[in-house]
């Protein structure tokens, strides 16, 4: 089955989000998670940035041993030696370095032309493969760049020696069809296109960024970019956790494999979570506190039956314990029949319904019923004569 390269950068990208600021200790507690996790690149920081972000990638490519760490360069020279001096004794050194392609960052950020840009980028893979044996090449807002100009500086950047392309949509301004499309036009077109692997990196400013990879992946995308709980810039980067699951779960249609550990999914998310204090929407797909949560009487009838009626994820997948069912004003006898049995109550037919009967005026009060109003309303019942 083709492997599909988990590359998570929740300590770079993820770090850019506004409000998180990870000191060295909490950076290396989150890699050595992404390295249980199996995730088979972890971009560590920026250490150019600051002397804190060249300190955390060191001690992580020190620590980690089962992922290949990587941290950014622009593509200067001193940028790919802060990276080199952090990760010079890692086994596989690897590097990330980028410039802008699009039109708008060449003339307005970097004030560059064309040719320009090309010669920078050369000049800073060539310089990184001296040193590196592994050197990703991203063409920063690659998806806002014109196409023919992507072919041309992919096939310079790989006659320089870079082994992995990075094409972001980097503004979150894709839609899956013409992100996809674009991966297959670059696999096509670019002459050397076989000797490399291409690589997707998605924002989430339209909320595409995890639909916008799988397009990706389905257009022969070798790896994708991505973050625990969606961290990142703006809306966030594409989330590590949705589409490991969402490649695991659709197998039958993607036919890809990552090598992710997905049983320790739930553990990263918290720890990310807890770590950079911010809080999980309830309903965010995999993660969140609800995603497992069943609440209208049908759907509860149904999972009792069967879970796969209503649950395409197990929540063991994932490493989560089984979710009660949530008792609430749309629950139904079924589930509270259950919760009653599991919580050791053994009524006959006639005071289960005179206690489901109680139970429904307290729900239309109240909006969860806890556990010691159920135990109170069945005790209730359970000594009435
Ligand atoms: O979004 C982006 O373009 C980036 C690059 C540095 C890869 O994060
Ligand atoms: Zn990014």
């Known amino acids: 089955m083709r492997k599909?390269?988990?590359?998570?950068?929740?300590?770079?990208?993820?770090?850019?989000?506004?409000?998180?600021?990870?000191?060295?200790?909490?950076?290396?507690?989150?890699?050595?998670?992404?390295?249980?996790?199996?995730?088979?690149?972890?971009?560590?920081?920026?250490?150019?940035?600051?002397?804190?972000?060249l300190e955390a990638v060191s001690l992580i490519a020190k620590t980690v041993k089962n992922s290949i760490v990587t941290g950014l360069a622009?593509?200067?020279?001193?940028?790919?030696?802060?990276?080199?001096?952090?990760?010079?004794?890692?086994?596989?050194?690897?590097?990330?370095?980028?410039?802008?392609?699009?039109?708008?960052?060449?003339?307005?950020?970097?004030?560059?032309?064309?040719?320009?840009?090309?010669?920078?980028?050369v000049t800073a893979v060539k310089y990184a493969k001296e040193k590196f044996s592994l050197v990703e090449f991203s063409a920063e807002d690659g998806f806002r760049s014109d196409k023919e100009f992507l072919v041309r500086i992919c096939q310079e950047v790989i006659k320089a020696g870079a082994t992995t392309?990075?094409?972001?949509?980097?503004?979150?301004?894709a839609s899956p069809q013409e992100y996809g499309a674009l991966f297959?036009?670059?696999?096509?077109?670019?002459?050397?296109?076989?000797?490399?692997?291409?690589?997707?990196?998605?924002?989430?400013?339209?909320?595409?960024?995890?639909?916008?990879?799988?397009?990706?992946?389905?257009?022969?995308?070798?790896?994708?970019?991505?973050?625990?709980?969606?961290?990142?810039?703006?809306?966030?980067?594409?989330?590590?956790?949705?589409?490991?699951?969402?490649?695991?779960?659709?197998?039958?249609f993607y036919g890809v494999e990552t090598g992710l550990n997905l049983k320790e999914i739930k553990r990263t998310s918290q720890m990310v979570s807890r770590l950079t204090n911010v809080v999980?929407?309830?309903?965010?797909?995999?993660?969140?506190?609800?995603?497992?949560?069943?609440?209208?009487g049908i759907h509860q009838d149904g999972v009792l039956k069967n879970p796969e009626t209503y649950e395409i994820i197990s929540p063991a997948l994932i490493g989560e314990d089984d979710i009660p069912l949530v008792l609430g004003k749309h629950s139904g006898r079924a589930a509270f029949r259950d919760r009653a049995e599991t919580m050791g109550f053994q009524l006959?037919?006639?005071?289960l319904n005179k206690a489901f009967a109680e139970f429904k005026k307290l729900a239309d009060r109240k909006k969860e019923v806890t556990e010691e109003d159920l135990t109170t309303i069945l005790t209730e019942q359970q000594v009435s004569i």
């Open 74 to 121: 622009r593509a200067v020279k001193s940028d790919i030696d802060a990276v080199w001096e952090a990760i010079r004794h890692a086994e596989q050194p690897h590097v990330h370095t980028f410039i802008a392609t699009s039109p708008i960052h060449m003339e307005y950020k970097l004030k560059k032309n064309p040719d320009e840009v090309i010669e920078q980028a």
């Open 165 to 173: 392309i990075n094409i972001p949509d980097t503004v979150g301004y």
């Open 184 to 252: 297959r036009y670059l696999r096509e077109n670019v002459i050397g296109a076989e000797k490399i692997k291409f690589s997707a990196h998605c924002h989430d400013d339209l909320g595409m960024a995890v639909a916008n990879s799988m397009a990706a992946i389905e257009n022969g995308a070798d790896q994708v970019e991505c973050t625990i709980n969606g961290l990142g810039e703006r809306a966030g980067n594409a989330a590590l956790e949705e589409i490991g699951v969402a490649l695991h779960i659709r197998k039958d």
């Open 348 to 351: 006959s037919d006639e005071k």
């Open 280 to 296: 999980i929407q309830p309903n965010k797909a995999v993660v969140g506190k609800n995603a497992f949560a069943h609440e209208s």
């Open 4 to 53: 599909i390269d988990i590359f998570d950068t929740t300590l770079r990208d993820g770090e850019q989000s506004a409000g998180i600021n990870l000191n060295t200790a909490e950076k290396v507690e989150i890699a050595k998670q992404l390295e249980r996790l199996g995730v088979t690149i972890i971009e560590a920081g920026f250490p150019a940035s600051s002397p804190g972000d």
